[in-house]
């Protein structure tokens, strides 16, 4: 296992996607937004899709040098196309434009399509709250419809549809809120297959609808699914993850899950409310941090040992591997280095950027 430090692992991610065909800025954010979902834990929306973006590249899925652009905006809404860029370039212009949006109306809605993978969802209503806004996005797969089965079935047939919501805060991270409609998001556990790895009781059914810890028992056919969020409850999962078709396929343009075995294009919903102008800056801090300390004043239940807010694993995960390091299996170290050499790279100097083995 190899450690990187984001300033190194930012270099290679800006070679790898400017040798694919990105210009410098627009390589600069797709390996930033990678970086930081790494940096976050989030490896399956990070490390694995260094090389899995330079596949879809040279595939034609993406567009290396695709150019999103503003469709139609009216009052505090806007529709946006993606281009077929890569899909953290189309999600930056999608928060350029709700941050403006929101700042001169209160609050704004944001359609984009036609954006490939929008990478770590979290990373957008983030991006907002560090501008001093409320954000909250919804996310589908566009036409894919093979992941998870509805409630009650065994057959996949919806997405993971992720929702992501972030508050700022005065004196403290934001509250940021990244989760999926299912139990797990599909790159999880294509890490665990990387690393060799069961995944947890609880996320998998295989073909024949028996619960399954073996990744393989999902990736390679006949095809498991992942279960909705819920457990028991799993018709709440189901409930969310079809909402997000509605908000995040429908109206974004995408379209809705159809079956389609192949992923397009995500669709999102973006949108982002200025707290100052529902409430006075105090106020809104006031009763932003009197719910938490409220919530803090709970016992501690033992066998989880501490009161977590929403987005305290992920600043906590960032601030160990920004000491440590972020690290990389030997699977996706070596397809990493494997489309680097397909792309006119000579990856062997990277080596010496290693800060850290183990």
Not at 11 to 30: H, K, M, P, Q
Not at 140 to 164: E, V
Not at 288 to 298: D, F, K, P, V
Request: hydrophobic share 40%.
């Amino acid at each position: 296992m190899r450690r990187f430090s984001t300033e190194s692992l930012t270099r290679i991610g800006c070679a790898l996607f400017e040798a694919a065909g990105c210009n410098e800025a627009d390589a600069r954010t797709v390996a930033e937004h990678l970086v930081e979902s790494s940096l976050f834990g989030h490896d399956s929306h990070g490390t694995l899709r260094l090389y899995e973006y330079i596949d879809q590249i040279r595939a034609g899925t993406f567009a290396a040098d695709g150019r999103p652009q503003i469709v139609r905006e009216r009052g505090s809404t806007a529709i946006l196309d993606g281009g077929g860029a890569l899909g953290a370039v189309a999600g930056r212009l999608a928060v350029d434009r709700a941050a403006a949006l929101a700042q001169a109306h209160g609050v704004a809605t944001v359609t984009l399509r036609n954006c490939c993978h929008l990478g770590r969802i979290g990373a957008y209503p983030l991006a907002l709250a560090r501008q001093g806004l409320l954000a909250m996005a919804f996310v589908n797969a566009g036409r894919l419809g093979r992941q998870i089965p509805p409630y009650g079935g065994i057959d996949g047939k919806l997405s993971t549809n992720p929702i992501a919501f972030a508050a700022p805060r005065a004196a403290a991270h934001p509250i940021l809120v990244d989760m999926t409609t299912s139990v797990v998001a599909e790159g999880k556990i294509r890490v665990a297959q990387n690393r060799g790895v069961a995944v947890p009781e609880g996320w998998l059914i295989d073909a024949n609808g028996e619960p399954t810890t073996d990744p393989d028992k999902y990736l390679c056919e006949p095809r498991g699914a992942i279960l909705p969020l819920g457990g028991v409850v799993g018709y709440k999962g189901t409930c969310l993850s079809m909402t997000v078709e509605i908000l995040g396929g429908l109206l974004s343009g995408e379209g809705c899950a159809a079956g389609a075995t192949v992923m397009a294009s995500n669709g999102m919903l973006l949108t982002a409310w200025d707290p100052t102008f529902f409430c006075d800056e105090d106020t809104y801090e006031d009763e932003l941090e009197g719910l938490i300390a409220h919530m803090h004043t709970s016992r501690v239940d033992p066998a989880v040992g501490e009161i977590q807010l929403p987005g305290d694993p992920e600043f906590r995960q960032a601030a160990e591997r920004g000491r440590h390091g972020i690290p990389i299996d030997d699977t996706t170290w070596e397809r990493i280095c494997e489309r680097a050499t397909g792309i006119g790279l000579d990856p062997a100097p990277w080596e010496a950027e290693v800060c850290n083995r183990g």
